[in-house]
């Protein structure tokens, strides 16, 4: 049973390596997986959860990101979210929002800082 302390994700310097991480979690109740990547030099996360029909964004492919970079994607059906903010851009959800997982940094280290979420593995 984990507590409410800062649960560790990864390094950061592990972190560059790849494109994006998940990580399964539970959070406020519910399992799911977490998304986690780095953007413009800054630690996003999300839980990986689309709304427009409650998949995860990598469900049908190994990526998160569009062609471009600069916006994730739900591989899915192809709507698309502004990786600063989750903001949907896409004209169904347009305005709706990925929930976003609270990060922090220390020495390198990067760990969730949400109360309501546990490691699931
Ligand atoms: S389930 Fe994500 S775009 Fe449809």
Do not use: W
């Not at 997986?33 to 409650?54: P, T």
């Not at 990526?63 to 169904?92: I, N, W, Y």
């Amino acid at each position: 049973m984990q507590d409410n302390k800062l649960k560790v994700i990864c390094s950061l310097e592990d972190l560059c390596k790849v494109s994006y991480l998940t990580r399964k979690i539970i959070f406020k109740g519910q399992p799911g997986s977490a998304l986690v990547f780095l953007f413009d030099g800054h630690a996003y996360s999300y839980v990986n959860h689309c709304m427009h029909m409650h998949r995860p964004l990598n469900c049908e492919e190994d990526a998160v990101f569009d062609e471009t970079g600069k916006l994730l994607r739900c591989s899915m059906h192809g709507f698309v979210f502004d990786p600063k903010t989750g903001e949907c851009q896409s004209p169904v959800c347009l305005g709706q929002r990925l929930q976003a997982l609270r990060l922090q940094e220390s020495d390198g280290i990067l760990f969730f800082a949400e109360k309501h979420l546990v490691l699931a593995d």
